[in-house]
């Protein structure tokens, strides 16, 4: 047996040697991951995805503060109870528009075995046939005349999206045709001027304006751009509203100019 082994000063000294070289190398590794991280040697590669996140986040944070240096999050509370009765006010209505009805369905089959309006009081020759244009009521239908314009031509000249409404027999002719055209829309050939036209969507329905816009709008087609006829009056178009959401009318429908 090797007396050295068992003198505990040389058992104390070796355990003190092992743990000299341990703590040698702990630190080396110490030192070695310290460096590595300081120097950004172990960090994993930054993904597209985090790239563009931090862009995200960043534009984010920009436009949240720009909206909040504009109105305040009191502000938006604010105009909430006015927005709200502004909503119940309009009275939003479940079918209001003709192009809310399902084809086919119970309110479409109503509409159409509904009986045809009497035209003959609309269109019998009124005893002020002859009264001159209130101008009130041109100005009117100038307004609503821009989007009719659109497509007709801001002079009624007609372009290659409707026929001309300038000299147009239809136009002159019965005022029933007119307030029918503009609350069911028009579709099918249609000769004016001795010209035909079919456009294949035909003319939509603008039963959105009032009866005095409608009236006015007609009024105005027929004593500008040449044209000359009586003035049509709003209650003539409320008499037709119950026309509104009938299919497009055709010219075969109408009374022949
Ligand atoms: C989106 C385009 C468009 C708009 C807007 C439009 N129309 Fe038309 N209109 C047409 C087309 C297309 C026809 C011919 C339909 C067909 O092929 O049967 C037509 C036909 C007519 C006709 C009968 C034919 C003629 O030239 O005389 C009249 C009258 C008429 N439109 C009046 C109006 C009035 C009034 C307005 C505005 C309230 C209006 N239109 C807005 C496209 C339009």
């Not at 045809?116 to 009130?136: C, K």
């Not at 603008?206 to 500008?224: F, P, W």
Request: with cysteine; proline share 9%; charged share 20%.
């Amino acid at each position: 047996m090797d007396p050295t082994r068992d003198n505990p000063l040389i058992r104390i000294k070796a355990f003190f040697d092992g743990l000299g070289i341990f703590t040698f190398f702990a630190l080396l590794l110490a030192l070695i991951f310290g460096f590595g991280a300081a120097f950004g040697i172990f960090r994993k590669g930054q993904e597209p995805e985090d790239a563009a996140g931090k862009i995200r986040y960043e534009i984010k944070t920009e436009v949240d503060e720009a909206q909040a240096a504009v109105i305040s999050p009191e502000q938006i509370e604010a105009v909430i109870p006015t927005a709200a009765k502004a909503l119940i006010a309009s009275k939003p209505a479940a079918v209001e528009k003709p192009e809310q009805i399902v084809p086919g369905s119970e309110t479409a089959r109503k509409l159409e075995e509904a009986p045809g309006p009497d035209l003959s009081n609309i269109d019998a020759p009124a005893e002020d046939e002859d009264a001159p244009i209130d101008p009130a009521q041109m100005e009117i239908g100038k307004a609503q005349f821009l989007v009719c314009g659109a497509c007709h031509g801001q002079n009624g000249e007609g372009t290659a999206a409707a026929p001309p409404l300038a000299g147009s027999e239809w136009v002159t002719g019965p005022v029933s045709n007119l307030i029918l055209i503009q609350l069911r829309g028009l579709k099918g050939p249609i000769t004016v001027k001795g010209q035909q036209y079919e456009f294949p969507a035909g003319m939509t329905p603008m039963a959105y304006q009032t009866d005095e816009q409608i009236a006015g709008v007609l009024t105005y087609i027929r004593n500008s751009f040449g044209n000359k006829g009586s003035a049509v009056k709003p209650e003539q178009v409320a008499s037709l509203r119950g026309e509104v959401g009938k299919p497009q009318v055709t010219a075969e429908e109408l009374t022949q100019p």
